[in-house]
């Protein structure tokens, strides 16, 4: 694989992750390099704090137009921008291979979660936990074919982990957890 400028080839792209939180909901899209996870913001929706205040059919009235749809288009952006400047964008999220402590994906009844926990620059412990989310038009498009969402869920955690051992060192890739 030929390196491109910067010296850091992108190995995969994970096109969607949710991160629910007291800020909001954060979708990112991840880049996969041969040193580090890269999380790209790709939306920010506050609208459900606002809703969850209101409550009821009133509060998903307020939401539902607010969110964002989230399509396959962050991952084009992805591989065409270098690493380095994904990385320095505002509310982008790097955590070096060196700095991971733990990586689990693991299956709910609903969903599936990727749980890392690593070591920040600063060398404190810290720990993400998101939910994986295949883009609308992924989604759409298998449904449209007649495959079930459970199936369409199971896809895209089997195709993240591919993409997560393609991306690891052996040595981080063998501690990966796996509970699917």
């Known amino acids: 694989m030929a390196l491109p400028a910067g010296g850091e080839p992108k190995l995969g792209v994970i096109p969607r992750v949710v991160k629910y939180g007291f800020g909001g909901i954060r979708e990112y899209s991840i880049l996969l390099t041969d040193r580090r996870f890269i999380f790209v913001l790709a939306s920010l929706n506050r609208m459900f704090l606002v809703a969850a205040a209101i409550g009821g059919a009133i509060g998903a009235a307020i939401a539902a137009p607010a969110a964002r749809d989230a399509t396959g288009e962050s991952e084009s952006y992805i591989f065409k921008d270098d690493p380095d400047t994904l990385a320095s964008m505002p509310d982008s999220l790097v955590i070096r291979y060196d700095g991971l402590r733990r990586l689990l994906l693991k299956k709910y009844p609903a969903d599936y979660e990727l749980v890392i926990d690593f070591l920040d620059e600063a060398g404190k412990k810290d ?50 957890e796996w509970k699917f």
Do not use: W
């Not at 955690?157 to 991306?167: C, D, G, K, P």
């Open 127 to 176: 720990r993400l936990r998101l939910q994986l989310k295949p883009p609308d038009n992924v989604e759409a498009s298998a449904r449209a074919a007649g495959v079930s969402g459970k199936t369409v869920m199971k896809n895209y955690a089997a195709e993240t982990q591919a993409s997560i051992l393609r991306a690891l060192p052996q040595t981080i890739a063998t501690r990966a």
